[in-house]
């Protein structure tokens, strides 16, 4: 029985990230509909906002979906007042604050910043590369048994969503290799995220402590 439980157990690491970075105009529109600025928060005001209306602009109706429902989980774990830094703030506040959301709900994402980019960066090199990327999904299938094998494209439409993530918060700069830099949030979204204990997402954001 706890053999067949292991085998059915959700995955530490998911591949629903690829393809969906940080979004900030996107989640702009889907954290004010979580704050209940469309009305309701309930199924049919979310599908007025998603389909009807398409507020997001993403075309093709099965990538909306996917991108939109994907959106709606990560911003679904924060609180409300990091929600009002995503829809109201500035572009950097929303984007920091969209990096603490997607480590929140990607393991993956967080584990790379935390192990990888924070071994790199402490050892002063400072670069990433693809072998990084596969040095570490190797170790992630030793961590997580129910991982499994991803195909090689996935892993490498994963590891181009990370990689955009991480440029687009200014972690790293463009090139082959990427660049780790020295990160530099937004004050206010560390004030909620230190009033809100999000230690996790703290931990991984600053890697070069």
Not at 41 to 49: M, Q
Not at 173 to 181: D, L, M, S, T, V
Not at 190 to 209: A, P
Request: one cysteine or more.
């Amino acid at each position: 029985m706890a053999a067949e439980l292991r085998q059915h157990a959700s995955p530490m690491y998911k591949a629903d990230l690829a393809g969906v970075a940080l979004k900030p105009q996107e989640s702009r529109v889907i954290a004010a509909w979580l704050l209940g600025r469309h009305g309701a928060v309930d199924e049919e005001s979310w599908l007025r906002l998603i389909y009807a209306e398409n507020a997001i602009q993403v075309r093709g109706r099965s990538t909306l979906r996917r991108q939109a429902n994907l959106l709606k989980a990560r911003l679904g774990l924060v609180s409300p007042s990091l929600l009002a830094i995503i829809a109201d703030g500035t572009y950097r506040e929303t984007v920091h604050a969209c990096l603490a959301a997607a480590i929140k709900h990607s393991r993956l994402l967080g584990d790379f910043l935390d192990i990888v980019v924070r071994r790199e960066f402490k050892q002063g090199g400072r670069e990433l590369d693809q072998y990084h990327w596969r040095i570490f999904l190797d170790e992630c299938r030793l961590r997580d048994s129910n991982m499994g094998e991803w195909a090689p494209s996935s892993a490498l439409r994963i590891r181009t969503t990370v990689m955009g993530i991480l440029h687009e918060a200014g972690i790293v700069e463009r090139g082959k290799p990427a660049i780790i830099k020295a990160p530099s949030y937004e004050d206010r979204v560390v004030r909620v995220l230190e009033q809100d204990q999000e230690s996790w997402c703290l931990q991984c954001m600053r890697y070069h402590q």
